[in-house]
């Protein structure tokens, strides 16, 4: 074998190796039943491009103007494979100036990595707290549950406990509490237009006045 066609060999078997990889970690794509076109002509176009190839649709996708999402019945609703087919016969009419048939998004949760032998808030806690905040040197009668009856029910503050199927300690609100972070004088701000701000756990402590400081921040 000349020299030249072994090192491309090895460079397509090297890339055919990434490839695999890739789609081991990632997983296979997954093809809908829908898609997304940009079509000159307004709604009475989609909908005439929508009727002649088979498709329904579903009207404009969002504030996106001539933006429309069409979808396919005799189509199946998930496939490894993309319809091409379908693609290219949309893909050939003048009025479509784009078009992208949609797959399923994976959605992966997020996770802090940690990087220290002691966990970074322990580690700040430690610094920054005096001993006197301790309540366990204090008391020795403290209940590290706060006396809340909901809290053996919040299994995002102490999940990593054996009976729940997650890890997120990274919060390590139990170390906090001991050593005195009881969340007082604490300002969160939570940009949720859904939030009651008449609710009675609420509306003692809700500070409207921050309100139009973050609107201007985000505009």
């Known amino acids: 074998m000349p020299p030249a066609i072994g090192v491309l060999a090895l460079f397509t078997a090297a ?5 695999l990889r890739t789609v081991a970690a990632d997983g296979p794509r997954i093809y809908r039943n829908e898609w997304a076109l940009h079509v000159e002509g307004g709604t009475e176009a989609a909908n005439r491009l ?21 979808v396919h019945r005799r189509t199946w609703k998930r496939s490894l494979r993309s319809s091409s087919h379908r693609h290219a016969s949309l893909q050939r009419e003048p009025e479509v100036r784009w078009l992208q048939q949609q797959v399923v998004k994976r959605r992966v949760k997020r996770r802090v990595k940690r990087v220290y032998s002691m966990n970074p808030w322990e ?23 706060f006396n809340d009856d909901k809290w053996d029910k919040m299994w995002y503050l102490h999940c990593d406990r054996a009976e729940f199927a997650c890890q997120s300690s990274d919060m390590n609100v139990e170390a906090a509490w001991k050593k005195g972070y009881t969340g007082k004088g604490v300002v969160v701000s939570i940009l949720d237009d859904g939030i009651e701000t008449d609710h009675p756990d609420l509306a003692g402590n809700y500070v409207s006045c921050f309100l139009s400081l973050f609107y201007a921040d985000i505009n």
Do not use: E
């Open 15 to 19: 890339l055919c190796a990434v490839n």
């Open 50 to 70: 929508a009727l002649k190839h088979g498709f329904i649709n579903k009207g404009q996708i969002g504030s996106l103007a001539d933006h429309y999402l069409f």
């Open 123 to 145: 580690m700040r806690l430690q610094q920054s707290s005096p001993q006197v905040n301790n309540p366990t040197q204090q008391d020795n009668h403290w209940d590290p549950h």
